[in-house]
T-cell receptor, first 111, second 111 residues
Framework: QQQVKQSPQSLIVQKGGISIINCAYE??????FPWYQQFPGKGPALLIA?????SEKKEGRFTISFNKSAKQFSLHIMDSQPGDSATYFC??????????FGTGTRLQVFP | DSGVTQTPKHLITATGQRVTLRCSPR?????VYWYQQSLDQGLQFLIQ???????AKGNILERFSAQQFPDLHSELNLSSLELGDSALYFC??????????FGPGTRLTVL
């Protein structure tokens, strides 16, 4: 019930392509879904977040799509750049409660 | 820079020893969260403090304890250390309804 399942585990994308990372949850009490970006040796940094009252949120090249009925949400990175190469974590919480993290996706963007 | 500071950056110690990790939250944030990041367990919530009081507990071992001081900085104490305690330990802070901002982490190596 408290798990957040994330896929894929790793992703290789060419520069300019679209990166898509998917997450699924079971606990319908979750009401806050952030995505974090983590570079090696650094702490996770908030990228973008969404609440279940909207189906999509866009910030620059990053978009969250949210499907409440399917209990799924995804991160789309448009025009992926080598600088986007990092590990991405989805998370869920009953805000402002502890974050339940997905297992992470290692993204590599090649020129 | 998230505004959350953690010391030390690296810590190398032996099994059976005790260490203290320190976290200073962002200015004005009353909540402090501790997370453990290991290769096999991912990012796991350990404990949360709010304005000096324990608010929530996660997968924290009995050998581990934490506290938040009147100046709002927090310390995570790890004792009787085992090899399996080697991990990155992150502190995050938030204000009442805001998101969690993570510090740079402390890398603990138990030899």
């Amino acid at each position: 019930q408290q798990q957040v399942k994330q896929s894929p585990q790793s992703l290789i994308v060419q520069k300019g392509g679209i990166s898509i990372i998917n997450c699924a949850y079971e606990n319908t009490a979750f009401d806050y879904f952030p995505w974090y970006q983590q570079f090696p040796g650094k702490g996770p940094a908030l990228l973008i977040a969404i609440r279940p009252d909207v189906s999509e949120k866009k910030e620059g090249r990053f978009t969250i799509s949210f499907n409440k009925s399917a209990k799924q949400f995804s991160l789309h990175i448009m025009d992926s750049q080598p600088g986007d190469s990092a590990t991405y974590f989805c998370a869920a919480s009953m805000h402002p409660d502890k974050l339940i993290f997905g297992t992470g996706t290692r993204l590599q963007v090649f020129p | 820079d998230s505004g959350v500071t953690q010391t030390p950056k690296h810590l190398i110690t032996a099994t059976g020893q005790r260490v203290t990790l320190r976290c200073s939250p962002r200015s004005g944030d009353l909540s402090v969260y501790w997370y453990q990041q290991s290769l096999d367990q991912g990012l796991q919530f350990l404990i949360q403090y709010y304005n000096g009081e324990e608010r929530a507990k996660g997968n924290i071992l009995e050998r581990f304890s934490a506290q938040q001081f009147p100046d709002l900085h927090s310390e995570l104490n790890l004792s009787s250390l085992e090899l399996g305690d080697s991990a990155l330990y992150f502190c995050a802070s938030s204000s009442a309804e805001d998101t969690q901002y993570f510090g740079p982490g402390t890398r603990l190596t138990v030899l």
